[in-house]
């Protein structure tokens, strides 16, 4: 059974997302706020967090960068705010994905599901690919470069998959979304742009030339060349 953590300050919006997701096999596991989510995660094996944003103390844009410091755990933001500078900020902080409130239970399961099958489809996936000094390791959802290494989220993980699988190849965003999301009708195509700006940054921070290898081909997509 795989276990998902709630976190959200109040304790009716976390019995209402239990309820949607017990009857589909999730086992969840439920609390009022960040540090405790961070505590939890520590010592316990969790599968997926559903992370809310607007909290007291930490909120979930802290959360989220916090829980990245230590784990690559796949993470969705809950959020009732539907600006787009809001969302770009949860994905830039390491979410994987986002559902905006209010949302149905459809929504919501279909959201998870999808994650979850992404993780357990790359479980199985060799542990490396290889291109040039860029080794993939699929284990480790880590990116490395002659002796440097670049922890990924899910998403950027997928998406830097897809790239260095086909080198030279330009990917449309839609077909960047087949990867990542399953052609997800509730995300936002432009959420690609947002990973790929993160990526960049992250593995431009680490030392890595991603200038000379992430590509955007304007009006297209995106390339590893």
Request: some cysteine; aromatic content about 8%; charged content about 30%.
């Amino acid at each position: 059974m795989q276990t998902i953590l709630l976190v959200d300050d109040e304790q009716r919006m976390l019995d209402l997302v239990e309820l949607f997701l017990k009857p589909h096999g999730y086992q969840c596991i439920k609390v009022t706020g960040g540090k405790k989510a961070i505590e939890t995660l520590k010592k316990t094996k969790i599968d997926l967090v559903l992370l809310d944003v607007m909290m007291p103390e930490m909120n979930g844009w802290e959360v989220c960068k916090a829980i990245r410091e230590f784990s690559n755990v796949p993470i969705i933001l809950l959020t009732a705010r539907s600006d787009k500078l809001d969302l770009v900020k949860g994905l830039d902080t390491g979410a994987d994905d986002y559902v905006t409130k209010p949302f149905d239970e459809g929504e919501l399961v279909a959201r998870v599901g999808a994650l979850l099958r992404r993780v357990a489809q790359d479980a199985g996936a060799k542990e490396q690919i290889q291109y040039l000094d860029f080794s993939l390791n699929t284990e480790a959802y880590a990116l490395n470069y002659k002796d440097l290494t670049a922890q990924l989220t899910l998403k950027e993980f997928l998406i830097i998959k897809a790239l260095i699988s086909r080198p030279a190849k330009t990917f449309t965003r839609e077909e960047l979304m087949a990867s990542g999301w399953e052609f997800d009708t509730y995300t936002d195509v432009r959420t690609v742009d947002s990973h790929i700006r993160n990526l960049r940054e992250k593995l431009r921070n680490g030392g890595f030339p991603i200038e000379e290898f992430l590509k955007t081909v304007w009006g297209i997509g995106y390339k590893w060349s």
